[in-house]
């Protein structure tokens, strides 16, 4: 089945640890991204990415970082100077003007939690 | 700076009744105002969206009312079921894009 893969579902880390969430799609979309949900926040938008090789930040992308070397995946790492790291992460994708949409795909998403 | 506002936070309905969620905006450029479904323990989903160029969506019990000179649009759940139960996002983008903002949520619970 098409669609995204997240992982590792639930993540426990100790503080100062970085950690790298997998995401993986099989949509062949061009566009990917990143986003971290808090009770009460919404989505808020890490890093995104439209072609390999290439990603910008979001509005929060600070101690956070990113890679985009295969058009199929596109790992978050959350690293140590992330000063509130525990969070609720989701990596979507989408293929920019696909239709008259624009809609993003989701994953499940991966549970951090910080000790 | 929160670009688009969500109310309520949470909202409880009977079974039947219709469910109305408000969000406004702030930035003109916005063009194109999706609605995301999301389900404990998922990820979000596309529910319904629209454009400035009409007023109003409809899909099924689900229909987006949009005010472009009052920067607003709100989602109406008309004879709302328990598995309607979950998080609505609004949210808004330019140039008819992915990149987009997300409201803060409204989690609606319908009850028997």
């Known amino acids: 089945d098409g669609g995204i893969t997240q992982s590792p579902k639930y993540l426990f880390r100790k503080e100062g640890q970085n950690v790298t969430l997998s995401c993986e799609q099989n949509?062949?979309?061009?566009?990917m991204y990143w986003y971290r949900q808090d009770p009460g926040q919404g989505l808020r938008l890490i890093y995104y990415?439209?072609?390999?090789?290439?990603?910008q930040k979001g509005d929060i992308a600070e101690g956070y970082s990113v890679s985009r070397e295969k058009k199929e995946s596109f790992p978050l790492t959350v690293t140590s100077a992330q000063k509130n790291p525990t969070a609720f992460y989701l990596c979507?994708?989408?293929?920019?003007?696909?239709?008259?949409?624009?809609?993003?795909?989701f994953g499940e998403g991966s549970r951090l939690t910080v000790l | 700076q929160q670009q688009v506002k969500q109310s309520p936070q949470s909202l409880i309905v009977q079974k039947g009744g219709i469910s109305i969620i408000n969000c406004a905006y702030e930035?003109?450029?916005?063009?194109?105002f999706p609605w995301y479904q999301q389900f404990p323990g998922k990820g979000p989903a596309l529910l319904i969206a629209?454009?400035?160029?009409?007023s109003e969506k409809k899909e099924g019990r689900f229909t987006i009312s949009f005010n472009k000179s009052a920067k607003q649009f709100s989602l109406h759940i008309m004879d709302s079921q328990p598995g309607d139960s979950a998080t609505y996002f609004c949210?808004?983008?330019?140039?008819?894009?992915?990149?987009?903002?997300f409201g803060t949520g409204t989690q609606l619970k319908v009850e028997l």
């Open positions: 979507a994708s989408s293929t920019p003007g696909q239709g008259d949409t624009g809609e993003l795909f």
């Open positions: 629209i454009r400035p160029d009409v």
């Open positions: 930035n003109t450029a916005f063009d194109y």
């Open positions: 990415s439209q072609i390999v090789n290439d990603f």
């Open positions: 949210a808004a983008s330019t140039g008819g894009g992915n990149k987009l903002t």
């Open positions: 949509l062949n979309h061009d566009a």
